[in-house]
Antibody, heavy 127, light 106 residues
């Protein structure tokens, strides 16, 4: 069964750090880009960050650039999100999600789409 | 930054056709995807590459994308289709989602 399982969420104070993990199984992890998408309470989906299958390229939303760092360990089939300088507006459910396209280069207009989603891990930033 | 705009809500009677739009500058030059999200659940991909259905998604879901507008069409809408729907595109190493549309089936 294809599966993504997030962990590492919790309650943290503003300005502190958290590291999220996403464990993958059931597919060839190192063939696919993986992304983080978040959803604030009662709000819509917001793409946070993505990393190509070989870590050759990464992207960040403007709201997290310079504070969050995405990485992956293909030997461990695991994706990470290091979240520094946390703010109240980072409070959200964080999902990891897999690109449907294997080994897609992010050149020009590309059909990035997210076909497998985890159950999410909740991050709450509050003093 | 690139933006996608969706109507906040759409209503449809059971058995009728629901259309949900997503607007963005020259969106037709990009690829649009659509996600269904029921309360308390993770999103589910229902359309990708403008009009492709992943395996397991009913044929009543279809998509189109031209000009500045992508459209998700649900034919013969069922009560189980009531959910939030989000469009999504990719723009210069950045994912973009629309604000979401709440589909009410009544």
């Amino acid at each position: 069964e294809v599966q993504l399982v997030e962990s590492g969420g919790g309650l943290e104070q503003p300005g502190r750090s958290l590291r999220l993990s996403c464990a993958a199984s059931g597919f060839t992890f190192d063939d696919y880009a993986i992304h983080w998408v978040r959803q604030g309470p009662g709000k819509g989906l917001e793409w946070v960050s993505g990393i190509q299958w070989n870590s050759g390229d990464v992207g960040y939303a403007g709201s997290v650039k310079g504070r969050f760092t995405i990485s992956r360990d293909n030997a461990k089939n695991t994706l990470y999100l290091q979240m520094n300088s946390l703010r109240a507006e980072d409070t959200a459910m964080y999902y990891c999600t897999k690109d449907i396209n294997p080994q897609l280069l992010w050149i020009g207009e590309v059909p990035v789409a997210f076909d497998i989603w985890g159950q999410g891990t909740m991050v709450t930033v509050s003093s | 930054s690139y933006e996608l705009t969706q109507p906040p809500s759409v209503s449809v009677s059971p058995g009728q056709t629901a259309s949900i739009t997503c607007s963005g500058d020259k969106l037709g030059d990009k690829y649009a995807s659509w996600y269904q999200q029921r309360p308390g659940q993770s999103p589910v991909l229902v359309i990708y590459k403008d009009n492709k259905r992943p395996s397991g998604i009913p044929e009543r879901f279809s998509g189109s994308n031209s000009g500045n507008t992508a459209t998700l069409t649900i034919s013969g809408t069922q009560a189980m289709d009531a959910a939030d729907y989000f469009c999504q595109a990719w723009d210069i190493n950045t994912g973009v989602f629309g604000g979401g549309t709440k589909l009410t089936v009544l």
